[in-house]
């Protein structure tokens, strides 16, 4: 059985920084892309970023490029999103979604519908706020 565990997330004042982790068992790792996709409350679900088990460059939405840093370390099964100079526009919950084989482009990637995903988490909350 499958599973994507993301933890990291908390109360955070602007400015500050969280590390999300995604630990995934039950699949080989790194036949899988993955990425990270927040919804705020009253809001559609976005594309964060997205990684490929490839040497391809990790794909950024325009609101977290420079901020943001997704990782994978396949020795431990781990995607991991380093979230700097974090906003209060950043708050949100946070999911981790996995897909077998590499997709056509990462940044197509994040925008693709939740249900074309092989596997998803149930999210981690981030809050900004002073």
């Known amino acids: 059985q499958v599973h994507l565990v993301e933890s990291g997330g908390g109360l955070v004042q602007p400015g500050g920084s969280l590390r999300l982790s995604c630990a995934a068992s039950?699949?080989?790792?790194?036949?899988?892309?993955f990425g990270w996709f927040r919804q705020a409350p009253g809001k559609e679900r976005d594309g964060v970023s997205c990684?490929?088990?490839?040497?391809?460059?990790?794909y950024y939405a325009d609101s977290v490029k420079g901020r943001f840093t997704i990782s994978r370390d396949n020795a431990k099964n781990t995607v991991y999103l380093q979230m700097n100079n974090l906003k209060p526009e950043d708050t949100a919950v946070y999911f981790c979604?996995?897909?077998?084989?590499?997709?056509?482009?990462?940044?197509?990637?994040?925008?693709?519908?939740?249900?074309?995903?092989?596997?998803w988490g149930q999210g981690t909350q981030v809050s900004v706020s002073s």
């Open positions: 990684i490929s088990f490839t040497d391809a460059s990790p």
């Open positions: 979604q996995a897909l077998r084989g590499d997709p056509l482009t990462l940044q197509r990637m994040c925008l693709m519908p939740k249900e074309e995903f092989d596997y």
């Open positions: 039950g699949l080989t790792f790194n036949h899988y892309a």
